[in-house]
Antibody
Framework: EVQLVESGGGVVQPGGSLRLSCAASGFTFDDYAMHWVRQAPGKGLEWVSLISGDGGSTYYADSVKGRFTISRDNSKNSLYLQMNSLRTEDTALYYC???????????????WGQGTMVTVSS | DIQMTQSPSSLSASVGDRVTITCRASQSISSYLNWYQQKPGKAPKLLIYAASSLQSGVPSRFSGSGSGTDFTLTISSLQPEDFATYYCQQSYSTTFTFGPGTKVDIK
């Protein structure tokens, strides 16, 4: 069964740091790009970051650029998000998601984890 | 950056109704448009990719259409399990913007 399981969320003070993890199973992890997407309480979905299958390319939303770092360890089938200089507006449920590509080059997020909650509060 | 809008923001419908949700991009995104369904307390689920391609396992009552800047998601006959929030998303650029969502609830 294809599965993604996030962990590492919690409560942190503004300015603090947190590292999220996402454990993947049921597919060849290094064949696929991976994403982080977040959802503030009662709000919509916001894309956060993307990493290529080999880890060589990364992309970030402007709202987290310079503060968050996405990485992966293909030997451990794991995805990470290092979050520094956290702000109250980073409070959200963070999902990891697997990239899906079809034969024509179209792209979507086909597998999602259950999410891990990050609360930034003093 | 590409902005995505959806209309309506919410709607009330009955089981068996035909439901249409509209998504608009701020610039042309060809057919790089996806639709997701999210139920309360659950992760989003991919329904439609490439504007009109049904993801494996998704019921055929869901369909998508459009290209360029204007897109629609149609549920041909609403079922009880379809009450949820629906999001569009562009995959044309690496900002992967989502629309604000359309909540479908029971009339």
């Amino acid at each position: 069964e294809v599965q993604l399981v996030e962990s590492g969320g919690g409560v942190v003070q503004p300015g603090g740091s947190l590292r999220l993890s996402c454990a993947a199973s049921g597919f060849t992890f290094d064949d696929y790009a991976m994403h982080w997407v977040r959802q503030a309480p009662g709000k919509g979905l916001e894309w956060v970051s993307l990493i290529s299958g080999d880890g060589g390319s990364t992309y970030y939303a402007d709202s987290v650029k310079g503060r968050f770092t996405i990485s992966r360890d293909n030997s451990k089938n794991s995805l990470y998000l290092q979050m520094n200089s956290l702000r109250t507006e980073d409070t959200a449920l963070y999902y990891c998601a697997k990239a899906y590509y079809d034969s024509s080059g179209y792209y979507a997020f086909d597998i999602w984890g259950q999410g891990t909650m990050v609360t930034v509060s003093s | 950056d590409i902005q995505m809008t959806q209309s309506p923001s919410s709607l009330s419908a009955s089981v068996g109704d035909r439901v249409t949700i509209t998504c608009r991009a701020s610039q042309s995104i060809s057919s790089y448009l996806n639709w997701y369904q999210q139920k309360p307390g659950k992760a989003p689920k991919l329904l439609i990719y490439a504007a009109s391609s049904l993801q494996s396992g998704v019921p055929s009552r869901f369909s998508g259409s459009g290209s360029g800047t204007d897109f629609t998601l149609t549920i041909s006959s609403l079922q009880p399990e379809d009450f949820a929030t629906y999001y569009c998303q562009q995959s044309y650029s690496t900002t992967f913007t989502f629309g604000p969502g359309t909540k479908v609830d029971i009339k």
